[in-house]
Each structure stands twice: as structure tokens, then as C-alpha cells.
């Protein structure tokens, strides 16, 4: 199946640093990337939509200058977190919806990346 | 806002029994999907049926969809300890291209 490759998997930053979080596709090409954030047993918040070639569209609530989103590539997507606070410590998660050629227009299915927790100290 | 909601929120049973968890959404969708989360990892598609569809099965897994009720359930038959993990489903939603994951079943089978 679809691998979806995030790095790092852990991150201890010192507050007021910014930390940049890459999630790449290795085996397709994802046209569009999805940025979550997950706190301690709660379920995954969509932060961000990041489509290849443009602006990534932010949920609400989301301040799209702290963090940071950038599709430049197919395979690649990376948000970064800048000027980090101990309030932005979190569990993000990147996931990718496949596109194949000749495939069908609805890929639904998502594949995630492994996550990455982050520590602001 | 999260559009699914999972319940149980937790559910702890023995190895062997069945495990069923339920979802419900809110608005219109397009397809209902199941995933799986091992604690500090990411996410496991596990199932995907669609608004046309009622039931779905895929090995120990079983998946019902009830438009008209908005809701769908997630039965793990003979249910073994690797199995302890997050259940979330998540909406696809009709018009829509986000999918919205719910709160979250947290599963613990013990041995």
C-alpha cells in the first residue's frame, strides 16, 4: 500500500524556536496533504489542507503565520511551527490522499504519516 | 467541529469476545471510513463504505452504515490483545473533500 513518510518522529525545541515537520509520499503522488494535531486521547484536528502548487487553505481558529505550510513538490508537504510556545507541544500528524493516473477522482482514502510529537520546553 | 462521535469512549474486554463500537455524524456524506491508532503512532485505515452501501465486511471486520439514523458501528469479531488500540471513524463529506475524524473509541483487549 501507500507509504506516507513523516519526519522527525520527536522533537524537544526551547521555546521561541521554530521546528519544521516534513511528511513525504514515497510511493505516489499526493496532491493534496492534511496537517492534524492530536492532543492526549482526543481524536485529530484538522488544522490545514495543503494542496501541491498553492496556498494551503487553514481551518479556523489555525493561525496560518505561526504555522507554516508549504507543498512545493507532489511528495513533499512540510509545516513548520514557528516561535514554538509550550501551548503549541502537541502530536502532529500529516496524512495524504493519494491522486493515480487513471485512477478515480474520489481518493477517498487517506494514508497517515506516523506523527511527530513535539515538545516545547 | 468534529463531525463523528464515537461510543463508547473506552471499552475493555477479553480476548476472544466481540468488540463493537458505534458512530454517529451530522451532516450529509459522501462515505464512512474506520481507522485504527496504535497509542503515539499514526493512523491505520482499516474500512470504507459508502453512502450507497449498508454493510461491509473486510476479515474480522464488520461495518454497518444507517444513512437514515446517521450512524454506522465497527464490530471486531474474536477480538485478540493486538487489537488494543484508538478506533476512529471518519466522514467523507458529500460536495466536500475534508474528512472529519470523530473523538475516538479507545479499545483494550486484554489477554
Known amino acids: 500500500g501507500a507509504v506516507v513518510s513523516q519526519h522527525p518522529s520527536r522533537v524537544i525545541c526551547k521555546s521561541g524556536t521554530s521546528v519544521k515537520i516534513e511528511c513525504r509520499s514515497l510511493d505516489f503522488q499526493a496532491t493534496t496533504m492534511f496537517w492534524y494535531r492530536q492532543f492526549p486521547k482526543q481524536s485529530l484536528m484538522l488544522m490545514a489542507t495543503s494542496n501541491e502548487g498553492s496556498k494551503a487553505t487553514y481551518e479556523q481558529g489555525v493561525e496560518k503565520d505561526k504555522f507554516l505550510i508549504n507543498h512545493a513538490s507532489l511528495t513533499l508537504s512540510t509545516l513548520t511551527v514557528t516561535s514554538a510556545h509550550p501551548e503549541d507541544s502537541s502530536f502532529y500528524i500529516c496524512?495524504?490522499?493519494?491522486?493515480?493516473?487513471?485512477?478515480?477522482?474520489?481518493?477517498?482514502?487517506?494514508?497517515f504519516g506516523s506523527g511527530t510529537q513535539l515538545s516545547v520546553l | 467541529s468534529q463531525q463523528g462521535e464515537e461510543d463508547p469512549q473506552a471499552l475493555s474486554i477479553q480476548e476472544g469476545e466481540n468488540a463493537t463500537m458505534n458512530c454517529s455524524y451530522k451532516t450529509s456524506i459522501n462515505n464512512l471510513q474506520w481507522y485504527r491508532q496504535n497509542s503515539g503512532r499514526g493512523l491505520v485505515h482499516l474500512i470504507l463504505i459508502r453512502s450507497n452501501e449498508r454493510e461491509k465486511h473486510s476479515g474480522r471486520l464488520r461495518v454497518t452504515l444507517d444513512t437514515s439514523k446517521k450512524s454506522s458501528s465497527l464490530l471486531i469479531t474474536a477480538s485478540r490483545a493486538a487489537d488494543t488500540a484508538s478506533y476512529f471513524c471518519?466522514?467523507?463529506?458529500?460536495?466536500?473533500?475534508?474528512?472529519?475524524f470523530g473523538a475516538g473509541t479507545r479499545l483494550f483487549v486484554k489477554a
Open positions: 471518519a466522514t467523507g463529506r458529500t460536495g466536500g473533500f475534508k474528512t472529519i
Open positions: 496524512s495524504a490522499r493519494a491522486s493515480f493516473p487513471g485512477g478515480s477522482s474520489t481518493n477517498e482514502k487517506l494514508f
